[in-house]
């Protein structure tokens, strides 16, 4: 069985490119066969849509079934992202695979919508003593979750006998594809990814990343708006000086499967710690005792934005839930949630410098000189900014959110990823028409986003169609 491209899953977003680089060929059905514990012929292929890896459920003529994973070239590393012998695209199938028993359960994504508030409620709440079971488990590094015969050749760090008494897992090198380029070449050979013992060790090793693809003038993914390259390496300098400073000692309801592991990273709590995906939380919503009300003039508004209203409040109330139950049943992931944004966000920024410029690292570079002492570092605070500076920063900081407002808004209003993923059950030249109306919308309100019309059609996301 050839299958050379992917027909259902549709991209708007860089759409020659990926056909390119989401094209895979293998030969499956002997090696499916004999997988799992049944040895059956295969009777039925289904594909899964995924945006990294081609998933195939593989039904036998037994009625058992196993779902094969085989990744694209953007997924990352074929070692890193299979991690088994059958890593070496030479095999007998003809490409990097996993295969593995399917997990019991149905997607959330299917049942969410039809779910009743009380089940949406329960379910939140059990996502919350889920993520304390997981939670508990401490980690001794980090990077990525390997069995220890799949690291020859790679440093690792062992699990605590407690969690793994047999010995077989261990924490080896990060799979995440900002530490790759070309599917499998290091960004910078001289730099391992992981696995890194301590935070601080593994924050300057982002910083030294970042600041080798600026210097070896790698293309960025994006078109944000950034300084000059002296000034993004001068922020990168200011952030190593921060990550220096971080060593420490303290760092229906019912969930029947996890999936999708694939590329997970073994992260410190407080950088994991984030609202579910599945929960639409506002910008301004508060953690703590304060619970979700409706507004003061709810009373006077029109059925409209009552009913408006009514949605928003459903989903703060969905978020108090997931709080309250991570903060009883999740002890460590509640403080990661309740840690200053700015300091979460210097990793996260500073991992992105090459691609999204200096600008949202320098955010946080000044909450920080501020809060110095507050965050219980000792001395000085090793930079600072002159008013000058903040009011510089400030006026670059409206450009970069103008910037991304429009992109935001354009996945938002298209229901779609930074890719243009679509669900295949749409259809496509609709979701093609509905992207160059909002382009033309967006355009004709371009001085709402302080852009000219022709600025915005040379930053928008997707491909406009003719």
């Known amino acids: 069985m050839h299958i050379l491209r992917n027909i259902s899953y549709l991209y708007m977003l860089r759409a020659l490119l990926l056909s390119n680089i989401k094209r895979v060929s293998y030969q499956l059905c002997a090696t499916a066969a004999a997988a799992g514990e049944s040895c059956a012929p295969v009777r039925a292929i289904n594909k899964m849509e995924g945006g990294f890896s081609r998933a195939l459920v593989i039904e036998k003529e037994d009625a058992s079934e196993v779902i094969v994973k085989i990744p694209f070239p953007i997924a990352g590393p074929p070692k890193y992202t299979t991690a088994s012998e059958s890593a070496d695209a030479t095999n007998p199938v003809g490409a990097e695979y996993i295969i593995m028993e399917k997990a019991p359960g149905t997607q959330l994504f299917n049942k969410w919508g039809d779910m009743s508030d009380l089940e949406q409620f329960r379910f939140v709440k059990e996502v919350g003593k889920v993520e304390g079971k997981t939670a508990g488990i401490r980690f001794p590094a980090t990077g990525s979750l390997y069995l220890r015969k799949s690291t020859v050749g790679d440093s690792w760090v062992p699990l605590d006998p407690k969690f793994d008494p047999s010995g077989q897992f261990c924490i080896g090198p990060s799979c995440d ?13 001289e730099h391992r990814p992981g696995p890194w013992t301590s935070i601080a060790s593994f924050g300057v090793a982002l910083i030294d990343r970042e600041a080798e693809r600026l210097g070896k003038g ?23 000086e921060v990550m220096l400073r971080l060593e420490s000692d303290t760092e229906p309801t019912k969930i ?10 073994i992260l410190p709590a407080f950088l994991q710690a984030r609202f579910p ?3 639409s939380v506002d910008k301004d919503f508060s953690i703590g005792s304060d619970m979700p009300s409706l507004p003061s003039a709810y ?9 408006i209203e009514d949605h928003k409040l459903q989903q703060r109330k969905l978020a108090k839930t997931y709080e309250l139950s991570t903060k009883a049943y999740n002890n460590s992931g509640y403080k990661g949630l ?4 700015y300091l979460r966000e210097l990793f996260i920024r500073c991992s992105e410098v090459h691609d999204e410029g200096d600008i949202p690292l320098r955010a946080c570079l000044i909450e920080i000189s501020k809060d ?11 930079f600072s900014f002159s008013d000058a500076d903040v009011q510089r920063h400030e006026d670059q900081f409206q450009k970069y959110r103008d910037f991304h407002q429009v992109q935001e808004l354009a996945r938002e209003l298209l229901d779609t990823d930074s ?3 679509t669900n295949p059950r749409m259809d496509f030249a609709e979701k093609q028409q509905q992207n160059n109306d909002l382009l033309l919308l967006i355009m004709s309100r371009s001085s709402e986003y302080n852009m000219s019309p022709e600025e915005i059609r040379r930053i928008w996301p997707f491909i406009e169609t003719a």
């Open 277 to 279: 995906e599945f929960l």
């Open 372 to 382: 110095w002492s507050e965050l219980g570092f000792s001395g000085d605070c090793p």
């Open 419 to 421: 890719e243009g993923w």
């Open 299 to 307: 009373n006077q508004m029109n059925t409209r934005d009552k009913n």
């Open 338 to 341: 309740i840690v200053p944004d």
């Open 218 to 240: 790698f293309t960025p993914a994006s078109l944000s708006p950034r300084d000059s390259l002296p000034e993004q390496h001068a922020a990168l300098q200011m952030t190593r």
């Open 177 to 189: 594809r900002g530490w790759y380029k070309n599917g499998d070449q290091l960004v910078v050979p």
């Open 256 to 265: 029947v499967s996890l999936i999708d592991w694939q590329s997970i990273g």
